[in-house]
């Protein structure tokens, strides 16, 4: 990663939740950030990160890169897969696992010029299985093996690849279902030991924290921080 300029990071998804909390703790550490979000802000071009023309497009503009933060991601219904709508499946897999890949190999020229780093998010729903979440979690799934994949690929070129897997985080995503009656905050804290759900501002700074040193010799490995919910109660 360059130390001798201002850095830059992409962000994707970065108009929202996690991604829109990356955003703000790299500008506020006092990186430039360029979002990629299908409703971008502040001027920034819309991109949709399922539509690979375009990722293209965007990268075209980008001739080096620090860092790219994948936080692109849709969840999509709870119906079991019996009654999945195959439209949705394709969906999901096409922004949550197809659309990290995008923006990783568009971006792979200005990442490799510098030395850069990708953060992916996966999820523990590609590890703890939930009952009408199959299309997520195959999807988050992907993108744990799709960072190894690349980490193991990349390593010559001095790029590193990582990924955290969250459990239950505080998104307005999850903040309007819970509202809607959809979701009940108190059984999603219950699945945590620590008893609560995380905040955007937990993993975000997880996300940046690991880019950086005293990380350098991290690639390819998926970081758990979901408050214990792997560990089973």
Partial sequence: MSKDQTRIAVVTGGA??????????LRDQGWRVVVWDRHAT????????????????????????????????????????????PAEWAQVMAVNLNGTFHCAHAL?????????????????AGMVMMKGRA????????VATLTRS???????????????????????MIQRSIE?????????AAMHPLNRLATTQ???????????PPFLFMTGAVVT???????GK
Wanted: proline fraction near 3%; charge should be negative; glycine fraction near 12%.
């Fill in 16 to 25: 929202s939740g996690i991604g829109e909390e990356c955003a703000r703790q």
């Fill in 42 to 85: 502040d001027g920034e071009p819309t991109v949709d990160v399922a539509d690979y023309a375009s990722v293209a497009a965007a990268a075209s503009r980008l001739d080096g890169v620090d860092l790219l933060i994948n936080a692109a991601g849709i969840a999509g219904s709870r119906d079991p897969v019996g009654r999945k709508d």
């Fill in 108 to 124: 792979y020229e200005a990442l490799r010029a510098r030395g850069g780093v990708v953060v992916n998010i996966a999820s523990v």
């Fill in 135 to 142: 299309h997520y979690a195959v999807s988050k799934a992907g």
């Fill in 150 to 172: 690349l980490a193991n690929e990349w390593a010559e070129d001095g790029i590193r690849v990582i990924a955290v897997a969250p459990g239950y985080v505080k998104t307005p």
């Fill in 180 to 188: 809607a009656g959809e979701l009940d905050e108190r059984k999603l």
């Fill in 202 to 212: 937990e993993i975000a700074a997880a996300m940046i924290a690991l880019a950086q």
């Fill in 225 to 231: 921080i979901d408050g214990g919910m792997t560990l």
